[in-house]
């Protein structure tokens, strides 16, 4: 008999998308954000596939090309399976407007998809799959990005498993 007592599930809030990635990145942003990645894009950022501004995440991707994105709030931090990934990055990213923005480099901001979330303070996960599928031209192959959001203290940026494939990104 199962126990009644036990709290509902809290509804998540999450999307699917397939997003241009002009100049090897898309973002996530806070609605009411102005950071800027434009001086963000260091030489170490392009090697974790992340930059940082207030209240935006410039995610990296292998392809600048469309490129398939899931993005989903969970009530808790997620387990960690480092295992299906080929690349995983945490950092943190503060919400005040509780509307996130999910968009390429490139989207035109009032068009570009957005998620509701309690306004606060979140920890991102980037997981980055299939790095090691593109083709000798790098305009195909199975790269596919997802990140996690939950509420949590900031904790700085820590990549967790670093890509090991070989000349993944033309420089």
């Known amino acids: 008999m199962p126990d009644e007592r036990q709290e509902p599930t809290r509804p998540t809030s999450k999307g ?3 997003l241009f990635a002009d100049y090897f990145q898309f973002y996530i942003q806070d609605e009411d954000s102005k950071g800027d990645l434009s001086d963000a894009w260091t030489d170490q950022a392009v ?7 207030p209240g935006t995440v410039g995610v990296g991707t292998v392809r600048n090309m ?7 709030f969970l009530a808790q931090e997620p387990p960690l399976s480092l295992d299906a990934w080929d690349h995983v ?10 509307k996130l923005v999910v968009a ?3 989207d035109y901001f009032p068009d570009a998809a957005r998620l509701s979330a309690t ?7 980037l997981l980055y799959g299939g790095l090691g599928t593109l ?4 305009l195909r192959g199975d790269d596919h990005y997802r990140i996690e959001l939950w509420q949590g203290p900031p904790t700085g940026l820590k990549v967790l498993k670093r890509d090991a494939t070989p000349n ?4």
């Open 16 to 18: 699917k998308y397939t």
């Open 47 to 53: 090697a974790d596939l992340v930059a940082l501004a």
């Open 66 to 72: 469309d490129v398939p994105v899931e993005v989903e």
């Open 89 to 98: 990055v945490e950092c943190d990213i503060a919400l005040p407007s509780g």
């Open 104 to 106: 390429g480099c490139t």
């Open 119 to 125: 306004p606060g303070h979140y920890r991102a996960r």
């Open 135 to 138: 083709s000798e031209d790098g």
């Open 168 to 171: 993944r990104r033309p420089q």
